[in-house]
Every structure is written in structure tokens, then in C-alpha cells.
Nanobody
Framework: VQLQASGGGLVQAGGSLRLSCAASGRTFSRNPLGWFRQAPGKDREFVASINYNGGTISYADSVKGRFTISRDNAKNTLYLQMNSLKPEDTAVYYC???????????????????WGQGTLVTVSS
């Protein structure tokens, strides 16, 4: 079972990036998924979560209105569209999946059982 995050890079403040997280080894179409990020010297923090069918979505206050989480279960892929990026969004972004089926995502990292390797997003001012 593997989650592969991609799409990170260097962008100027105000710009946009779209992160992807491709799952392999099994389907995650029934699992809640999430995005977290970790800036240098800081703890990993919640960004967004989505339940199995996209009907329940949550965002951290810091990204609400700028980021959009979505999923394509046919492609076994999770996305994070990031607009109006700020320097404080600079971090390694991780995708994660819960093993508990048909439930909501969580804002805490503990309930997630599978993690991607992370993709670096750098926003310059």
C-alpha cells in the first residue's frame, strides 16, 4: 500500500499549485483522506479532510477559502488545489488515509494509518 504525493514546487505569493496523491496497492474509494503539512521547526498540522464520497469536507481556518480538497475515486487519487498562496503556506505537504471505512476524516494525524512521503511547497514573497 502506497500513497504518492506530487505537485509541489516553488511559487510566488498569490500563485497557485495543485497537489495530487495517487494511491496504489489497494483502493481507497471507501476511506476518508486528508492533507497535512509540516513547516520547518513546527509540528505537523491539519490542512483539509474529505470523506469517502466527498460529502463531508473540513478545512483548517488558515486555508479556508483558498484551498480546495477533492478526490477522484475512479483514479484512486486525492487532490489539493491551492490558490492565493502565502509565504506561511511553505511546508512539506503530506496526504494520508484512514483505514476505517465510510467515516469522516479527522483533523488529528493519529487516526490516519497510511501516509505519503510528502511534497515540498515553497512560497516566495
Amino acid at each position: 500500500v502506497q500513497l504518492q504525493a506530487s505537485g509541489g514546487g516553488l511559487v510566488q505569493a498569490g500563485g497557485s499549485l495543485r497537489l495530487s496523491c495517487a494511491a496504489s496497492g489497494r483502493t481507497f474509494s471507501r476511506n476518508p483522506l486528508g492533507w497535512f503539512r509540516q513547516a520547518p521547526g513546527k509540528d505537523r498540522e491539519f490542512v483539509a479532510s474529505i470523506n469517502y464520497n466527498g460529502g463531508t469536507i473540513s478545512y483548517a481556518d488558515s486555508v479556508k477559502g483558498r484551498f480546495t480538497i477533492s478526490r477522484d475515486n475512479a483514479k484512486n487519487t486525492l487532490y489539493l488545489q491551492m490558490n492565493s498562496l502565502k509565504p506561511e503556506d511553505t511546508a512539506v505537504y503530506y496526504c494520508a488515509a484512514r483505514s476505517l471505512l465510510f467515516t469522516r476524516g479527522s483533523a488529528e494525524p493519529g487516526p490516519y494509518d497510511y501516509w505519503g512521503q510528502g511534497t515540498l511547497v515553497t512560497v516566495s514573497s
